[in-house]
């Protein structure tokens, strides 16, 4: 009942007051017909409901007219200001008197006026006197019949014209004349005084509008869409509007529109839309050009500014600002210096032209400039702005790609350094930014560098302006997509006459084309091989951590013992941060790490890194780190991890991006794939397009080991053996044939065996023995494997031993199932049906993790069933660990002691040892005492 109440009382409310208004208006009528002229002045701000107001006024004369006698004869004259006549010489008075007789002469008068140019400053005495004949002409036709003079938006009419209509109303105390006039608020202009003179003596009344309240508002939305609605949107309506007349009916017009189809749903939300945006716009088209211009002003800097900045911008000074600033809240389009509505400000954001937007915000950058604004603000303009004319602008814009770079900011960086480059006059600074900018692009995409950017570097190489620690950067970005004969032509511009070739970033170079790129470091002028010694050094710095790296590529090379290899990894990543500088260094390390069988440690520190490079939003830097982990994979033998990785990089960046680099990848899916048995999928890997220069860099090696592979496992050992043999030509020509690289002696052996060449396979295996920096390494492991595949099974035991402690010792779990696979078929072979179970049980558990071949029949078994002989219990998941006590026991009993004797030399009972014998066989799976060593020895092959 209350709101009921609430809303009856506010339709009478705005009934009462339009009432209030024309019972005015009535009462000036009837002074009229008493021969008493007078003003009427309607004002208010833009949209307030003045014109709507002064046509009722005018209604209510028309239909006085006809039913009156008194006003039987009366002349009603309109018409409107507008601001693109303001400065035509009587215009608004030619319009208001168009349709009446006036006296020859004064028409030509009026007319001769329209052509005048407007008057400057205060007005010419003629013109005052040719108003004054104009108004006098009004007074005339006022002595036969009453006069109406209606004027809408007067404030827009032009100066004589006002000067005409204030003289007019001076006159008016006993003349049947009546002007009314609807003015807007706000309107301040030292050049007019009409509206004070238009109220003149007591003669004049004036009637205010002002925009509706919450409640008037209110009760407005439940007229046209209910009560229920109003209740739920009406506050949000006026918050909009502001209470402005015309936004409340664009509003409800809007919503009405949006809901139309779904009257259930009105209420919920209010839609602003297409017809708030038009009256927005619509209000500031009708507003003086102040408040236009503050309106955009406030509306490009999105948030409340400080007045003194406001109207610097706006181009007013502080007192002019406030009176627009105060027209734009009556209007009820700003509240409290901020727009009422985002479409608002969308809207009046959508009708600037770029060169506006411009302006204002390099106006905003210039006075946060003078006036200590933070870099920070001032950037923020300069980037809005897109354009930059001041020299200290490209320094700012440097500087705060830096620090967004500090907080991996990686969007705000790019724009910075690339409006810096665009601007930037200086050919030597635009060089190093776009060098720059180039590094933090490639974070994220170095397809975009090679696209973008790679060509003005090559160019800014070849004119001397880039400088020279960028000259190897750029080098990488050419080698990483292919162009490497480009890239051979511009090293020796490392190596200039008077140029320093043992400075860091070129001895850095050097070993880093040797390990990656060593077709490109054979052109390297023989002598110029910068040294490795650097004691003393430490990483703190990103170019001692790339000296340390060159280092641990000439030592894995060299073949000097993996202990300084792993001294020298580990000071690289516990020392170097991941950043675009550090990328190549931090890799290698982990890549050395691999290359001496450390994947115990390379595992930990890549995962690390890979979740550094995706906090750090720099997805290239996830991707090349993610290939070195699936090589980790691989190494380690598992094989569907060596293929989520793989994948997981190419999801990151696609195979175009990847450049020479794509070799890796493949490379490695094909063999996780034809270790998996995957052959179709491996053979669509080789399908694939390759790019340029991929067999002049280390990645091709790794392409043609994984097809070799391949071609391997489908029976094509002339076609593998052919492409291992292209691996180890290139990577002795290259200087790097270590098979700890790519073990590709052993991998030619097994080709040589499949095609009965066991004299070549023996040489070869023999060989890659001796080039293995250790005995229990990969590479040993492989070729031993290799060379037990040559001789009788009575001697191939000790081999088998022999790698399978070797793949142990390394992690490669995969190679690890081949060896225990061959070594139980070698058990088999000399009648130890029970061993040989065993063994090949472990291998089928490892081989099971590995995600491998498929499991292997045991020997003596048909069609992957058991043999008869030698039953054995269930076998018993390996979870279920040895206690101490029955590891001793066990152990003394490997090594040939009865049970009296374990039980005098551990101080137990028979009955004791007899038990954790019998726990020992059930927890091994195994029935013989003679089987105790080689499960002990098992079972610590699969905590590897």
């Not at 009026?110 to 407007?118: F, G, I, K, Y």
């Not at 002028?525 to 170019?543: I, N, S, Y």
Request: glycine share 8%.
């Amino acid at each position: 009942m209350r709101a009921e109440f609430c809303q009856k009382t506010g339709v009478v409310a705005l009934l009462v007051q339009r009432e209030e208004h024309l019972r005015l208006f009535a009462a000036k009528l009837d002074s009229l017909v008493a021969g008493r002229g007078g003003t009427l002045v309607v004002s208010g701000p833009v949209a307030s409901g003045k014109t709507r107001l002064l046509r009722a006024f005018l209604m209510d004369a028309a239909d006085k007219s006809s039913s009156d006698r008194g006003l039987s004869t009366t002349l009603l004259l309109s018409t409107t200001g507008y601001p693109a006549t303001r400065e035509v010489p009587l215009w608004l008075m030619s319009q208001l008197l168009g349709g009446v007789e006036l006296p020859p002469e004064l028409r030509r008068e009026m007319d001769a006026a329209l052509s005048e140019p407007p008057a400057q400053g205060d007005l010419p005495l003629a013109s005052v006197r040719l108003a004054q004949r104009v108004a006098e002409a009004v007074l005339v036709l006022a002595a036969d019949r009453p006069v109406v003079l209606a004027v809408d938006d007067l404030q827009d009419g032009d100066a004589l014209s006002l000067e005409c209509l204030v003289h007019l109303a001076r006159r008016l105390v006993a003349t049947p004349v009546l002007l009314v006039a609807a003015v807007r608020s706000g309107v301040s202009d030292p050049r007019y005084g009409f509206h004070g003179a238009l109220l003149h003596e007591g003669i004049g009344s004036g009637i205010r509008l002002h925009r509706l309240n919450e409640r008037d508002v209110a009760t407005l939305v439940a007229e046209r869409l209910g009560r229920a609605v109003a209740d739920r949107v009406g506050a949000a309506c006026f918050a909009a509007t502001g209470g402005n007349r015309l936004l409340i009916d664009a509003v409800l017009e809007d919503h009405t529109a949006q809901f139309d189809a779904f009257p259930s749903e009105r209420g919920d939300t209010l839609f602003v839309g297409e017809a708030f945006c038009r009256a927005v716009l619509g209000c500031l088209d009708r507003s003086d050009a102040a408040t236009r211009r503050t309106a955009e002003v406030v509306a490009m800097l999105g948030h409340p500014s400080s007045p003194r900045k406001l109207a610097e911008l706006v181009g007013l000074d502080e007192h002019e600002l406030a009176a627009a600033e105060a027209t734009l809240e009556a209007i009820g389009v700003l509240y409290r210096g901020e727009f009422r509505h985002s479409v608002a400000r969308d809207a009046v954001l959508a009708r600037l032209t770029g060169a506006d937007r411009t302006q204002i915000h390099l106006r905003a950058a210039a006075f946060l400039q003078r006036h200590d604004g933070t870099i920070d603000d001032i950037v923020d303009h300069l980037l809005a702005a897109g354009e930059i004319h001041e020299p200290y602008a490209v320094s700012l814009l440097q500087c705060v790609a830096e620090r967004a770079l500090a907080v991996d900011d990686i969007d705000r960086a790019v724009r910075c350094l690339q409006l810096a480059a665009e601007c930037c006059a200086d050919e030597r600074q635009r060089a190093a930014i776009i060098g720059r900018l180039a590094s933090v692009v490639w974070r994220t995409s170095p397809i975009a560098v090679a696209e973008h950017h790679l060509c003005a570097l090559i160019n800014a190489i070849r004119e001397g302006t880039l400088p020279d620690a960028q000259i190897p950067v750029v080098l990488g970005y050419m080698l990483w997509h292919g162009r490497v004969a480009e890239a051979g032509d511009l090293v020796s511009t490392l190596y200039e006459d008077d140029g320093d070739p043992a400075k860091e970033q070129t001895r850095s170079l050097e070993w880093s084309l040797r390990h990656t790129y060593p077709a490109l470091a054979e052109r390297i002028p023989a002598g110029l091989w910068g040294t490795t010694d650097q004691e003393g050094l430490t990483p703190d710095l990103v170019g001692s951590g790339r000296l340390l790296a060159a280092r641990l590529v000439s030592e894995v090379f060299a073949g000097e013992p993996p202990d300084r290899v792993v001294i020298g990894a580990q000071q690289i990543l516990q020392s170097c941060p991941l950043d675009e500088d550090t990328l190549d260094t931090l890799a290698t390390a982990l890549i050395a790490l691999t290359y001496v069988d450390r994947l115990d440690l390379a595992r930990p520190w890549c995962d690390e890194l890979i979740q550094r490079a995706h906090e750090r939003r720099a997805p290239t830097w996830a991707a090349v780190l993610g290939a070195v982990r699936a090589d980790i994979a691989m190494r380690e033998g598992y094989m569907a991890e060596t293929v989520q990785y793989a994948h997981a990089a190419l999801g990151i960046l696609p195979a175009p991006s990847w450049g020479v680099n794509i070799g890796l990848i493949r490379g490695l899916l094909v063999v996780a794939h034809t270790r998996m048995d995957e052959y179709d999928k491996a053979a669509e890997q080789l399908r694939q397009p390759l790019p340029d220069g991929l067999f002049e860099s280390r990645f091709g090696l790794h392409y043609l080991f994984g097809r070799g592979q391949y071609y391997q496992a489908v029976d094509r050992p002339y076609a593998a053996l052919s492409d291992f043999k292209a691996c180890g030509d290139l990577l002795s020509r290259w200087g790097m044939d270590q098979p700890n690289i790519v073990a590709w002696r052993s991998a030619a052996a097994q080709s040589h065996l499949a095609l009965g060449q066991h004299d070549h396979a023996r040489e070869l295996a023999e060989e890659q023995l001796r080039l293995s920096p250790r005995r229990n390494s990969r590479p040993a492991g492989l070729a031993l494997l290799a060379l037990a595949a040559t001789v009788p099974p009575a001697e191939r035991v000790p081999l088998l031993d022999a790698a399978v402690e070797a793949f142990t010792q390394s992690g490669a779990r995969f190679h690890l199932t081949r060896a225990l696979f061959d070594l139980g078929r070698t058990h088999h072979a000399l009648g130890d049906d029970g061993k040989a179970q065993l063994v090949i049980r472990h291998g089928r558990r490892i081989e099971k993790e590995c995600r491998g071949r498929q499991p292997q029949p045991e020997p003596g078994s048909q069609d992957g069933t058991e043999i008869a002989e030698a039953p054995r219990t269930p076998w018993v998941p390996l979870t279920d660990e040895l206690s101490a006590a029955e590891r001793r026991v066990a152990s003394l009993a490997g090594l040939g002691q009865s049970n009296r004797q374990i039980a005098d030399k551990l101080y137990v009972t028979i009955s004791t040892v007899e038990q954790h014998l019998t726990r020992t066989y059930r927890k091994l799976g195994i029935t013989r005492r003679s089987d105790i060593t080689t499960a002990l020895r098992l079972r610590t092959v699969e905590t590897v």
